[in-house]
């Protein structure tokens, strides 16, 4: 049994890296490149900068709407702001 747990912590190495270099360039999914996209930036001197629009950051941005500011939202996940740009719910 440990000469098996041996031998196999032994090759899985070599064979992972034959894997990646043999099989998958011809196997695997390419990536197609994603065409250009437009800034996202919307305002180029913000007064308030906001770092994220999850769950904490959508009723704060719409609290600062309410008494007319409008932050600069900074976050990670691209769709996300997309999805909330097509539901207006950014300035």
Do not use: W
Request: charged fraction near 20%.
């Amino acid at each position: 049994m440990i000469a098996s747990v041996a031998l196999s912590m032994a090759l899985s190495p070599p064979l992972l890296i034959f894997m990646q270099k043999g099989i998958l360039p011809y196997f695997g999914t390419r990536r197609v490149a994603e065409p250009e996209r437009e800034s996202d930036v919307q305002n180029d001197h913000p007064e308030i900068i906001l770092a994220g629009f999850g769950r904490f950051g959508h009723p704060i941005v719409r609290l600062l709407r309410t008494v007319g500011r409008c932050p600069t939202v900074l976050e990670m996940d691209s769709d996300h702001l997309d999805f909330l740009r097509r539901m207006g719910a950014t300035c």
